[in-house]
């Protein structure tokens, strides 16, 4: 059975069947699919924001009339899959009504959320203290204010209370009445912002706000354990997957930039009032937050301007840690509580990559140490002797999956694992279910084993035979999954400008890491670890990535793994107020370098850009293993 959904109506409409989904919507004439998709919660991916870019919204018509194709579209798809009815939702307008096939890569389901990490210990120190306290109820002869009372026992606990919040007064007579004045006084930095009955846990919560996923960990902060950790995609995606995107929305409009804020408001309350109803907790339970994020997913989830953040010089509002009540964001935390955002380092490096070298101990190591969060944007830390440089590199979204032919971000189906071999091709995909597309983990082991096999030269060029590279249209292109393995339609595969992709993503996180060692005058053999921090970097093959260049050609050992480093960081921020205090001396401590102002970048990007394992230094690049000298 289906549900029709209506969205703003004109004088002529139309409905739309969405195929599998089994939705129908009304659409108003003049709108793109996508935007009567997105105004009736079909929730189609958009990672350039609709500007025809991308190629993440395709969909399939299976019938009734539309606009003609757009100049986007055939350059897109090849003559046979718009023969086949494949158009983008942001370039198509209805012109009656239609059916439509959304097929999975083009949903935003759920991916893959990486919420694990390295996990460290921590001393307990969080801000919100606990005292239990006894009172003596009121009485004809005693009328004293119920805060009078509460001030009395706190100072018989040895503490001083400095002041109340004013939503926790509130709620605070009938709570003390209730638990016949044996209660858990909350304070934080002397002030009282709630009471709890004595046998309630008392909680925090870390989040991560990625740009693609939110990771967030409850915890009891008596004890310091973990609870529940859950992950969820970032809502945000369908109006751009990229952050520049977003942040070119926000500044069009305060409307648009308060959706954005809200969407992602929303979002983390329903992930909250899920996770408390489903443990059996109440929100006035949950009293502490932690937030870490790239910068200008901090500025759009706090509804600061970004406008600076766009251009150079690329200026933040804040950069130093900044304290606010969850009331005032709307978010669904007791009424006292106080929400805590890291200080972030640069216009394109947050509080997330401060998380990551707090969490790693990094920062603390006499080092030479590398630390990567790998994404469309990739931070790196060179760590030595206390001293920390820093760059933000525009990796692309080559990792997300986006530019890719039959890309598609980590979700279920896709190919994330692959060897080719004389016997044909091996793949895994995520879930082991039939594949639907390739994801960058997978991406980065095709260029590996197209490069090991020789159908790759170093420059990236497809060279000599084989039954699996074709030409298609005049492109050349390496067939993974044939058609009649994908019920006679789109074969899957990687073509001459899904390499470009991919080489140009990973010179750029290349070329910034040489561009820190020779900020230091390193070699990149005095490197001693390589910390691989992100969901992304969690999942590639190391080995893979060193043999295509994209990482020194250091020992396999030297490189470590850390998941999510970044919502680890927030945890233990939660956790220790010294640890807090520790993010905000690594901010100061970092010394960032803009490569956009750097002389040099270029050169080293073009160098990056080859295959193969080497070493670049300013005479250029130096096969190693065998490898031909250049």
Not at 335 to 356: E, Q
Not at 467 to 493: C, H, S, Y
Not at 613 to 619: F, L
Request: overall charge negative.
């Amino acid at each position: 059975m289906t549900s029709v959904l209506t969205v703003k109506m004109s004088n002529k409409t139309f409905i739309i069947e969405f195929e599998p989904l089994g939705k129908r919507i009304v659409c108003e004439e003049g709108q793109t699919l996508l935007q009567c998709a997105h105004g009736a919660g079909v929730q189609i991916l958009s990672v350039c924001g609709g500007m025809g870019l991308c190629g993440s919204c395709k969909v399939r018509v299976l019938k009734g009339p539309t606009s003609d194709l757009t100049s986007s579209e055939i350059e897109q798809f090849t003559l046979p899959e718009i023969q086949r009815g494949w158009r983008l939702a942001c370039q198509l307008k209805p012109k009656g009504s239609l059916t439509v096939y959304v097929p999975l890569e083009s949903l935003a389901h759920n991916y893959r959320l990486q919420i694990e990490g390295l996990e460290r210990e921590v001393e307990l120190n969080p801000n919100v203290k606990t005292f239990e306290i006894e009172l003596s109820p009121p009485a004809l002869e005693d009328p004293r204010a119920d805060t009078d009372r509460i001030e009395e026992g706190l100072r018989n606990k040895g503490f001083k209370c400095k002041g109340f919040d004013v939503e926790a007064l509130r709620d605070m007579p009938l709570k003390l009445r209730e638990s016949s004045w044996k209660v858990k006084a909350l304070l934080r930095e002397g002030e009282l912002i709630g009471i709890l009955p004595r046998e309630e846990a008392v909680l925090g919560l870390a989040v991560d706000l990625g740009t693609t996923k939110i990771a967030l960990y409850l915890v009891d902060l008596e004890s310091g354990r973990t609870i529940q950790a859950v992950g969820l995609p970032n809502p945000q995606i369908l109006y751009g997957e990229d952050i520049i995107t977003r942040i070119q929305k926000a500044i069009k409009s305060e409307e648009n930039a308060q959706m954005l804020q809200k969407s992602i408001i929303d979002s983390i309350n329903e992930a909250i009032i899920t996770l408390l109803k489903k443990l059996n907790f109440s929100k006035d339970q949950l009293v502490e937050g932690v937030f870490v994020g790239n910068t200008a997913m901090h500025h759009l989830f706090l509804g600061l301007p970004v406008t600076y953040l766009a251009s150079a010089p690329f200026v933040p509002v804040i950069s130093q840690a900044l304290e606010v009540k969850a009331r005032d964001l709307g978010l669904r935390f007791s009424k006292g509580a106080y929400l805590r955002f890291f200080p972030n380092i640069a216009g394109f490096v947050g509080g997330d990559h401060v998380a990551a070298l707090l969490a790693t101990g990094a920062w603390t190591e006499k080092g030479p140490v590398l630390l990567l969060d790998i994404g469309t944007n990739t931070e790196i830390s060179l760590i030595r002797e206390g001293k920390i440089f820093t760059v933000s590199t525009p990796s692309g979204p080559a990792f997300e999956g986006g530019h890719i032919k039959h890309g598609m971000r980590a979700a279920s189906g896709a190919i994330e694992r692959i060897k080719l071999s004389d016997n044909g091709v091996w793949i895994k995909t995520i879930d082991d279910v039939p594949p639907i597309g390739i994801c960058g983990s997978g991406l980065i082991d095709a260029v590996a084993e197209l490069f090991r096999i020789g159908l790759l030269d170093e420059s990236g060029r497809f060279k000599g035979r084989h039954p699996r590279l074709r030409d298609n249209e005049g492109v050349k292109e390496f067939v993974l999954i044939e058609e009649k393995e994908m019920n006679n339609d789109q074969a899957i595969t990687i073509t001459q400008k899904d390499v470009r992709e991919l080489q140009l993503a990973k010179a750029s996180i290349r070329a910034g890491i040489q561009k820190l060692l020779k900020e230091m005058d390193l070699d990149e053999d005095a490197l001693e670890k390589v910390y691989i921090a992100g969901a992304f970097g969690s999942y590639i093959d190391v080995g893979n990535a060193i043999y295509i260049g994209m990482l020194p050609a250091l020992s396999r050992e030297k490189f470590i793994q850390v998941g999510n480093a970044a919502g680890v960081g927030a945890k233990i921020a939660l956790l220790s107020k010294n640890k807090q205090e520790e993010a905000d001396l690594i901010a100061k401590t970092c010394h960032y370098i803009e490569l956009a102002a750097s002389k040099d970048f270029q050169r080293l990007l073009l160098e990056a850009s080859f295959l193969g394992k080497y070493k670049i230094s300013d005479e250029g690049r130096r096969y190693v293993n065998g490898d031909q000298d250049q």
